[in-house]
């Protein structure tokens, strides 16, 4: 099973940005959960929000809420993060993850660097 993020870069303060995840040798199933976090430097690693893989039921942490979308595509076996309004402290390392029971696989993750 392998994750893999894309679509980091170096974008400037107020642009938008949309990260993708995709799985190899890993086909999502309804009651998978899959998940975007960030880990800024020297910072932990947080959540930015979470999707249902059937419904596409989407939560997001209080403090994501608003500026981020999470979209998946049931049967491309994909999921986006939409980012807009970027700021210099969303500078971080993105990742998405997959829960399905107590397993979780995670991506290598992509940096975004927003400059001021």
């Known amino acids: 099973v392998q994750l893999a993020e894309s679509g980091g870069g170096v974008v400037q303060a107020g642009e938008s940005l949309t990260l993708s995840c995709s799985a190899s040798?890993?086909?999502?199933?309804?009651?998978?959960?899959g998940a975007w976090y960030r880990q800024a430097p020297g910072e932990e690693r947080e959540v930015i929000g979470t999707?249902?893989?059937?419904?596409?039921?989407?939560h997001y942490a209080d403090s994501m809420r608003g500026r981020f979308t999470i979209y998946r595509n049931y049967h491309e076996n994909r999921a986006w993060l939409h980012m807009n309004g970027l700021k210099p402290e969303d500078t971080a390392i993105y990742y998405c993850?997959?829960?399905?029971?107590?397993?979780?696989?995670w991506g290598q993750g992509t940096q975004v660097t927003v400059s001021s």
């Open positions: 993850n997959i829960q399905r029971d107590s397993v979780v696989y």
């Open positions: 999707i249902t893989w059937d419904a596409g039921s989407r």
């Open positions: 040798g890993f086909t999502f199933v309804g009651d998978d959960m």
